[in-house]
């Protein structure tokens, strides 16, 4: 794809509170658990495929988009930028982006142009999601489009060893 449009592979549907994993033995989409807290995801949540992160599992991605699609859908993602978070001790990077095929986001281009309140609530989930379950999780700065793009690079890399 070009320029800072990834496929993204969603996992979890915007509103679940169920968390599925693509299980890489057998390649299908499982239940790996439901959420301990009294939250929902606040956008579609997947991976970037073929991606080596820090934490020992695939990049990341969360994906703004205005309707659920379903676990194993593939959906084209505009790269805004990344929070950086530590979970469980382990360097946790969380891809933002948009729908790349929805016109109501083709506007969107840097983190800088989303409602600040939708930084702020993707921030608070990941700080307060693993609470009930005693996990320590620590959730760092945003960072722009450039820097979300060297991460990606580098996971791809890792990946290939």
């Known amino acids: 794809m070009a320029g800072n449009i990834v496929n993204a ?20 989409i499982k239940l790996d658990r439901v959420l301990y807290a009294s939250m929902m995801y606040p956008a579609e949540y997947g991976i970037v495929e ?14 703004i988009c205005s309707d659920p699609t ?37 506007n969107y281009q840097r983190l800088g142009d989303l409602n600040p309140f939708i930084l702020e609530e993707i921030a608070n989930f990941f700080a307060n999601y693993k609470v ?19 991460v990606i690079d580098q996971c791809r890399r ?3 060893g």
Do not use: W
Not at 10 to 22: D, F, H
Not at 71 to 97: F, H, Q, W
Not at 132 to 150: I, S, T, W
């Open 9 to 28: 592979l969603i996992e979890i549907p915007l509103g679940s509170k169920n968390k599925y994993e693509l299980d890489s033995k057998t390649g299908r």
């Open 70 to 106: 379903f676990p194993g859908c593939i959906v084209p993602a505009r790269v805004l930028g990344y929070l950086e978070m530590t979970d469980n001790g382990k360097t946790d990077y969380k891809l933002i982006s948009v729908v790349d095929c929805d016109p109501r986001y083709n």
């Open 50 to 63: 073929n991606t080596l992160a820090p934490d020992g599992d695939a990049l990341d991605i969360l994906v």
């Open 132 to 150: 009930l379950q005693g996990v320590k999780v620590e959730v760092g700065a945003y960072h722009d489009m450039e820097d979300a793009m060297a």
């Open 158 to 160: 890792a990946y290939k």
